[in-house]
């Protein structure tokens, strides 16, 4: 398949503006990606990324305003287990529908059913037990660093959405370029719970299956995660 040329953020800015003046524009696409894959479709890219001139490519995010769903930011497990995995998940797992025990759990600063919760100092982040046990741990500064390698910068679209009969039309509103961000903002806004923390691992009887501890955050946040917020 041919790739269009890159969208450089002149021309995204352009483009959108034109976007923007046809008002409710029809989803190509039934579900939830319906919003990016019609915005792509409008804009003619083939790749879900912007060029800017100083950050290289960064992602093109689309949200229905007063969309609270969560998207993740990134995962990160290296080095921060402080027990065992399997050990963990044999002590404070749960088992699903299936019988499989397993640790799923999205974690919050008040102890779940199993005694774990999170707590957040001024340079770390730990999932711990009501004993005093520290399960695992992250610094914040290897944190935001793990974010800006994988999202330098983001634009980030918003739209209004309505349901007409069983078909959903957007009208895109406002495009917003997100940059830069710190072990501060990294530590407020999980104090505040606009990241949260997902433990994903199970029992594979020998060992645990690790599918990568996922730090989300709800999509209509996702400026406070940014030093930079300048409108496009």
Known sequence: MAKHRQLTIIRFKTKFNQ??????????????????????????VTENNIALPDLGTVELKAHRIGSSSMITLFTFNRKAWKINPHGAIKKYGTRDDNGRLGMYFTMARAPNSMGLFLNVDETTISVRHVSGEV????????????????????????????MRGDTEWFKYDRAQLLTETSSDI?????????????????????????HGTGFRAKEDKLTLLFKNVAEL
């Open 19 to 44: 976007i923007k003046r046809k008002g409710w524009v029809k989803s190509k696409r039934k579900g939830p990606t319906g919003i990016g894959h019609t915005l792509e479709q409008l804009l003619g």
């Open 135 to 162: 399960v695992a741990e992250w610094q914040l500064e290897i944190l935001a660093k793990r974010f800006m390698q994988k999202t330098p910068g983001l634009v980030l679209v918003s739209a209004f959405s309505e």
């Open 186 to 210: 990294i530590h407020n806004q999980l104090v505040s719970g606009n990241i949260l923390v997902d433990l994903r691992l199970h029992d594979k009887g020998t060992s645990a299956r690790n």
